[in-house]
């Protein structure tokens, strides 16, 4: 649970009391050992061995929990990872209704290894609440959403899905947060069970990372994917917690400056003669804009556009912003979704939720604003 009043006390303090070690360490050491000293056989002090629990990273457990006002936090070894213990909590039969365009991974272990397994998935527009309320069964026992998708950047209005969610008695609400971070949307707030996070993008912010994590204030649930952790052994490695607490020491600070330069970003891109469209959900022009303003605190570091111009020749171009999958760190990325990270979905259905071969999606880093503009700005010429 959240320890300080706001945000950016908890993202440094939440977990990190020197006191709980012996050394009393300001920053929280990197406790390399895999088992610990025992006094009475089967019945360890604090900790026994290092897949079921660490200090370094309980430590970073402890804060990604404050920053999502949870009182549950568990660190997996991917993003992805994370996508697998919450799975463990599906069985044969079950129903699972996903976002249409989320994330290519999720998809792809959806769609590949959980269809094995006998579990059903419907992959549909959550911005339309109506299409939930069809498409929602007796045996729907999980809806998958994204507060925002990637890469066209649909915001889900959670208070609506939880409340539809709720006439199933066992159906739980996960809401993959990568793209907003707690910083701009807190999900559990607004009723969802799970939120649900890769850690290798925003909340590390480095680039150097690839770590998950969930968060949780149902016990329950908080205890059994604790439980997955340790059982199907998905745990990060020590070193990454420590550099993923790291991280999130400058995340307040760092959000504030992602949105400032995407701001900056997607204003000029709307005035370029090079440029089909833009979306950004800071701008009015997006469709949950007004939504978004009721739910969130901002709207984050990423614009999506359709380019007017040669696509090599915008990316041969342009030296401020990298050609690069992933997203979320201090450095600026552009990436072509439809070649890149949406190539396993297939062609159709890329097409159908508007990834198309013109789509550029762009993390915008922390570098100066008039650099990156400066960079668009001739690379879009240099596409002509
Ligand atoms: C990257 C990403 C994931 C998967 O996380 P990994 O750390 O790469 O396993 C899941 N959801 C979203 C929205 C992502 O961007």
């Known amino acids: ?40 056989p089967g019945q360890p002090d604090l900790y026994e061995y290092s897949r079921s629990d660490n200090p370094t990273r309980g430590v970073f457990e402890r804060c990604i929990a404050a920053l999502e006002g949870a009182k549950h936090g568990i660190a997996a070894g991917s993003g992805l990872g994370a996508t697998t213990l919450l799975c463990q909590l599906l069985k044969s039969g079950d129903h699972v209704i996903a976002m249409d365009d989320c994330y290519g991974g999720t998809y792809r272990f959806f769609t590949a290894i959980m269809s094995k397994y006998g579990v059903e998935f419907d992959f549909i527009d959550l911005t339309d609440i109506s299409l939930m309320e069809k498409t929602i069964k007796p045996n729907t026992k999980m809806i998958w959403a994204e507060s925002l998708t990637n890469p066209t950047l649909k915001y889900t209005d959670i208070e609506a899905v939880v409340k539809l969610s709720k006439q199933n008695k066992d159906c739980i609400v996960v809401v993959d947060n990568t793209f907003m971070t707690p910083y701009f949307l807190r999900p559990l707030e607004l009723g969802a069970t799970i939120v649900y996070h890769s850690v290798t993008k925003y909340l590390n912010g480095h680039s150097d990372v690839v770590m998950g994590a969930i968060c949780t204030n149902d016990d329950e649930l908080g205890s059994k994917l604790k439980y997955f952790a340790n059982a199907c052994g998905i745990v990060p490695s020590p070193f990454d917690c420590f550099l993923a607490n790291r991280g999130m020491k400058t995340l307040h600070v760092r959000m504030r400056e992602h949105q400032k330069n995407a701001t900056a970003v997607a204003q000029f891109l709307e005035t370029s003669p090079f440029v089909e469209k833009v979306i950004y959900p800071g701008l009015p022009s997006h469709p949950q804009h007004e939504l978004m303003k009721k739910q969130a605190k901002g709207f984050s570091g990423m614009v999506t556009f359709y380019i007017k111009g040669n696509l090599q020749k915008f990316f041969d171009a342009v030296k401020v912003f990298t050609l690069a999958e992933s997203l979320g760190g ?3 990325l552009v990436e072509h979704p439809w070649s890149m990270t949406h190539a396993s979905i297939p062609k159709e259905k890329r097409e159908a939720i508007g990834v198309l071969d013109t789509l550029i999606r762009v993390s915008v880093g922390l570098e100066e604003t008039e650099d990156l503009v400066a960079d668009l700005e001739q690379a879009l010429k240099a596409s002509q």
């Open 1 to 40: 649970m959240s320890t300080y009043p706001h945000f950016g006390t908890d993202a440094i303090h939440a977990g990190q009391d020197p006191d709980q070690w012996s050394s009393k360490a300001v920053v929280p050491p990197i406790v390399m050992s895999a088992t610990y000293k025992q006094r009475i």
């Open 330 to 332: 201090f450095e600026s």
